[in-house]
């Protein structure tokens, strides 16, 4: 899938497609079924299926404290949306600037004379350009005049649904992680790459894979029993999601012990999907007391797999 990393790196090579745009944050099964239209529309015309996001996501750049947890990054988005089908992924770089412009030049400038939609599949309640002035009356009024056909996103949802990230997102902070994995399609997941830490976990007899959390807000915090995609194999084991205040951490990132495992990961993908949570995030008097807690997540979180994997 190709990948076009702001407006400007828009050619002439990118003109003609079908089009749908949106933050799909989580890529949940809502917007699924948007992109399995999408992707059958343009096999249909015989044009290329493309996605447009942005990022920072809007309300992350207009109201950054009160911009939600974010449920995936683009890395995230790209890997999902390839899987449904999508040929590229337009990200365009959402600054004050290229919302400053009118909606009739978002209209003329990028999906007419830069992107040459065809067919436009969007919700009937997307707004867009200065003053959030452009929506979907207008949208269909210019395909009338510059000949690309729009289409209502609610065609393709599902009946009775209340499928949302908001939805998603409130269902991990409730711990509900089943209900998020029926929105989901899929267990809710962080993928991301492993980095060097301050070897604490080592330190206590609990060696980690450390990945940084690499958005505003995480949608989950806490200690969880995870199972993990690494080196191409199946693995379980026990997760800490935050800022791990005991040993005066700042940044917030997911540590992951993973049980029977020595191999080296430094730089290494992995996908570490949640299972179960064990408890909240919290700070201990001393490293001997966080010790004999983390064995007791441990502990439980072995039981836990142990049952999983005996039915």
Do not use: W
Request: hydrophobic letters at 40%; one cysteine or more; proline letters at 3%.
């Amino acid at each position: 899938m190709q990948l076009v990393r702001g407006v400007h790196n828009i050619r002439d090579a990118h003109n003609g497609c079908v089009l749908t745009i949106g933050n799909f944050d989580g890529v949940h099964l809502g917007h699924q079924r948007v992109v399995t239209a999408l992707v059958a529309k343009a096999k249909k015309l015989n044009l290329i299926p493309a996605v447009m996001v942005f990022e920072p996501q809007p309300q992350e750049l207009f109201n950054p404290q009160m911009a939600p947890a974010r449920l995936s990054r683009l890395r995230d988005k790209y890997t999902l949306l390839k899987k449904l089908g999508v040929q590229r992924l337009i990200c365009v770089n959402f600054t004050h600037e290229f919302a400053s412009q009118t909606a009739q030049q978002f209209i003329e400038k990028l999906l007419v004379a830069q992107l040459g939609v065809k067919h436009l599949i969007i919700g009937d309640d997307f707004r867009f350009g200065k003053n959030r002035l452009g929506n979907f009356a207008m949208l269909k009024s210019a395909g009338s005049k510059f000949g690309f056909e729009v289409t209502d996103t609610a065609s393709y949802k599902m009946l009775d649904c209340r499928i949302s990230s908001t939805e998603i997102r409130k269902a991990l902070q409730q711990n509900e992680l089943h209900e998020a994995e029926q929105m989901l399609g899929r267990k809710y997941s962080i993928i991301g790459r492993v980095v060097h830490g301050d070897k604490q976990g080592r330190n206590l007899g609990f060696p980690t894979a450390n990945v940084l959390l690499k958005r505003c807000v995480s949608p989950v915090a806490g200690v969880y029993v995870v199972s993990i995609n690494a080196l191409g194999r199946q693995f379980y084991g026990v997760a800490n999601i935050g800022s791990r205040p005991t040993v005066n951490g700042i940044r917030q990132q997911l540590e992951v012990h993973i049980f029977d495992f020595n191999n080296n990961l430094y730089g290494q993908p992995i996908e570490v999907a949640l299972l179960k949570k064990l408890r909240a995030e919290q700070r201990f008097a001393s490293l001997d007391e966080l010790t004999a807690q983390i064995t007791k997540d441990s502990e439980q979180a072995r039981a836990f797999v142990q049952a999983l994997v005996s039915n």
